[in-house]
C-alpha cells in the first residue's frame, strides 16, 4: 500500500516540497497556567513540543517572531517555498487581535505560503475560526489538534484536560469555516493497546480529517512520564508494536488522508527511552515494508 505524505502532498500542489519554519509564538497552554491545569500533559516537556525549535530563536515575546522567520528567510534561496508553523504549546490561546498580531509577524515574505497553527480543541471557538479563515486570501492553511487518543480514560491518565467531544466539537468548527484540519495521535501511550489504537483510528474516520501526524511515545527528561517510567509505572512500547500499529493506523485511515509524519523523534540529549526512538529513518522504513506486504 502506498500512502500520501506531506512531501508528495507539496510536490503536487507546488512542485516541491516546502521548507518548515517552526515558530515559537510566546504562548502558554491552559493545562499548564491553572485554567484547566497545571504541568502539562505527562509526555511534554518544558518547551511544550518546540524542544527540535533552537533555543536562541525561540520567542521570549510576540515581537521576536518576526525575527525568528527572518532568521529561517536568511539560509533560503529566491526558489524556495516555506510552511510557516506555529508549533508549541497552544497557538490559539489569546484573543482574536493578539493572534492576528502574532501571525501577521510570521507572514512577512510572499515565499511563506502556509500558515499551520498547532493548537489545543478546547482553544477553538467561532470568533478564533473566523480569524484563521480570514487568511486565506493570503496562503493555504491547515490546524493541527492535539487528539493523542479518543479514549478519555486515556486522556485523564496523560492529564490532556478536555474529553473527546471538544475534538469534535473543535473539528465542526473549523470545517464550518473551510479550515483543514490536522490530527495528532500517539501510538504506545500508557494502558493503551490494539483495542484503543482501532477505538481511536475509528473516531477520526468519522471526522473528514485532511491530515494526520502519528507519534511514537518517547520518555523525555524533565517530564511525568519520566518519573513514572522510571518508577516502573510505564513501558514504552516496542519497535515491533510501534511498525505493526502504525501501519494498521495508515491502512485503516486509507489514502484520502495526508500523513504529515509517522513517527516521532526526541532531541537525543532529553531523550530517556526506548533507544529505537533514535533511529527514525529506519523505522519510516520499516513502517513503509510492511504496508508493502498488506
Known amino acids: 500500500m502506498e500512502y500520501k505524505n506531506l512531501a508528495s502532498y507539496f510536490r503536487e500542489k507546488y512542485g516541491r516540497r516546502l521548507k518548515k519554519i517552526c515558530i515559537d509564538g510566546g504562548f502558554t497552554c491552559p493545562n499548564r497556567d491553572g485554567k484547566c491545569s497545571f504541568g502539562g500533559c505527562i509526555f511534554c516537556g518544558e518547551r511544550g513540543a518546540g524542544e527540535h525549535i533552537d533555543a536562541d530563536r525561540s520567542a521570549d515575546a510576540c515581537t521576536s517572531i518576526r525575527e525568528q522567520v527572518e532568521a529561517a528567510l536568511s539560509h533560503a534561496s529566491a526558489e524556495d517555498l516555506f510552511v510557516a508553523y506555529f508549533q508549541n504549546f497552544t497557538n490559539t490561546y489569546a484573543d ?129 512520564l519520566a518519573e513514572m517510567y522510571r518508577r516502573g509505572e510505564y513501558e514504552p512500547i516496542s519497535r515491533e508494536d510501534y511498525v505493526r500499529r502504525a501501519a494498521f493506523a495508515i491502512r485503516e485511515l486509507g489514502d484520502g488522508v495526508v500523513f504529515h509524519r509517522i513517527t516521532g523523534d526526541c532531541p537525543r540529549d532529553l531523550l530517556v527511552a526506548p533507544i529505537w526512538n533514535t533511529e527514525k529513518s529506519a523505522v519510516i522504513e520499516e513502517i513503509r515494508r510492511r504496508l508493502s506486504e498488506i
Open 96 to 224: 482574536p487581535d493578539t493572534l492576528r498580531q502574532r501571525y501577521d509577524s510570521a507572514l512577512i515574505d510572499e515565499r511563506i505560503r502556509v500558515l499551520a497553527i498547532g493548537t489545543r480543541p478546547d482553544c477553538i471557538d467561532e470568533e478564533i475560526a473566523e480569524l484563521i479563515a480570514s487568511y486565506r486570501t493570503r496562503v493555504d492553511l491547515w490546524v493541527e489538534l492535539g487528539l493523542q487518543t479518543s479514549s478519555d480514560k486515556t486522556a485523564k491518565i496523560i492529564n490532556r484536560g478536555y474529553d473527546s467531544e471538544a475534538f469534535s466539537a473543535a473539528v465542526e468548527i473549523l470545517h464550518r469555516w473551510g479550515i483543514p484540519v490536522v490530527a495528532h495521535v500517539m501510538i504506545g501511550l500508557p494502558t493503551e493497546g490494539d483495542e484503543e489504537l482501532a477505538a481511536t483510528v475509528s473516531f477520526l474516520k468519522r471526522h473528514r480529517i485532511f491530515g494526520v501526524k502519528l507519534h511514537s511515545v518517547y520518555v523525555m527528561e524533565g517530564t511525568v
